[in-house]
């Protein structure tokens, strides 16, 4: 079931899908902070997919008393789709005090699976996910000579 508000006012920490930079997209990911009391979200910060394109047919993942932080969309090597990842954010499980990783499917946005951390982690709102290796033009470049100045005594 989708949500009975539309997120477009109230969406923070937006991120693409970045295969789709420079192109025509529709999908947004981010979070939602609402206080609200009519709201379905309201005691909680959810991460919510935003379409664009579509108005009306938004979708998010929530949990009352779990304050995710920003999501990194993370896309299918071999994806085809816009949508076609999973989204990682930091969720403080405010019930048990300590954090995990969630791992959202960003097609559905149905959770796959989370990992809690062996110590709770200052909730934060940003967070960015590195693939183990990624193209570098520094890699492909010599770095220029370093030179030290000089001082005399």
Sequence with gaps: EGPKEDYLNTMDLPVINENYRTRRYCYVYGTVTSFHGASPVNGAVPLVKKNVCLPGKDTFWSRPNHYASEPSFVPDPNGTEEDGGVILSSVLDGDKGLNYLLVLDARTMKEINT?????????????????????????????????TPRTEL
């Design 115 to 147: 990992a809690y951390m062996p110590t709770w982690i200052p909730y934060g709102f940003h967070g960015q996910f590195f693939p183990r290796s990624f193209p570098s033009e520094a890699a492909e470049k010599p770095s220029p000579p370093v030179s």
